[in-house]
């Protein structure tokens, strides 16, 4: 990252990621290294980071800072519980002080502790009503998280709350466009077989339609892959139906 791209805000490094990266994994891998390099800046010592989304209750690993901390998110995933998972259950910040001195998710702050973690922070960020994601904050040593730490890394996160949100309403934007294209070939296939299939048979639209529909019922296949098969029949080759947005 150059000299001018670090003193840009926090927002506007995140949109830059956004239009950059080719998918949400390149996003979230680019957000996590912003989040590590700005909550390090003010802490003593290195602090990785990892993201966890969570739809439809289910949390899971989506990237990381390094290939380290995706390894240490992946561990809390598989203990089932932990600063990460509580903070995206409860919607509220979790800190780690200690990981030899919290009582809570003993199985957990073993396995921190043999990774050579020894404070951690989850932070939640709610970005549709049935999806949220929280970073999760790693550091070797002990009480990292203090009072100016903690603000900058919810400072961080209110930041990328709108860049996040963004990126899934470009996702289902996309999904949506995906989705109309496929409706569209599927249909320009159905429509092109009915006009063969009335050419054959000297018949109406309707009753041609019809007949594509008893086939596909007959031969249970979808009513596109017989308009295909058929096109394909009369054309002696496979073929490729389009439209013009």
């Not at 670090?6 to 912003?34: R, T």
């Not at 809390?76 to 001195?101: F, H, K, W, Y």
């Not at 396995?111 to 929280?134: C, Q, R, T, W």
């Not at 709350?161 to 949506?176: E, W, Y």
Request: glycine share 4%.
């Amino acid at each position: 990252m150059s000299h001018s791209a670090e003193n840009e805000p926090a927002e506007q490094q995140l949109q830059n990621i956004l239009v950059d990266a080719e998918d949400a994994v390149e996003f979230l891998s680019g957000l996590s290294k912003l989040a590590a390099a700005a909550v390090s800046h003010s802490a003593d010592g290195e602090i990785e980071c990892a993201v966890t989304v969570k739809v439809k209750r289910r949390p899971t690993t989506a990237a990381g800072s390094s290939t380290r901390a995706v390894e240490l998110d992946k561990i809390e995933q598989s203990v089932g519980d932990g600063p990460c998972i509580t903070a995206l259950r409860e919607m509220s910040p979790v800190v780690v002080e200690n990981v030899t001195s919290d009582p809570r998710w003993p199985e957990l702050m073993r396995k921190f502790a043999e990774a050579n973690v020894h404070s951690s922070l989850g932070v939640p960020l709610e970005i549709s009503s049935g999806a949220s994601v929280a970073l999760n904050f790693f550091a070797s040593k002990p009480a990292a998280f203090t009072q100016d730490v903690f603000d900058k890394a919810l400072g961080f996160a209110e930041a990328a709350r709108s860049t996040l949100i963004l990126s899934v309403r470009i996702g289902t934007a996309q999904n949506r466009a995906d989705d109309l294209e496929a409706a569209m070939k599927s249909r320009t296939a159905i429509d092109l077989a009915c006009g063969v299939i009335m050419g054959q048979n000297r018949c109406s639209q309707a009753e041609a339609m019809e007949i594509l529909s008893k086939v596909s019922s007959n031969r249970n296949r979808k009513l596109r892959d017989v308009a295909t098969e058929l096109l394909e029949q009369i054309s002696g080759s496979s073929i490729d139906t389009h439209f013009e947005a």
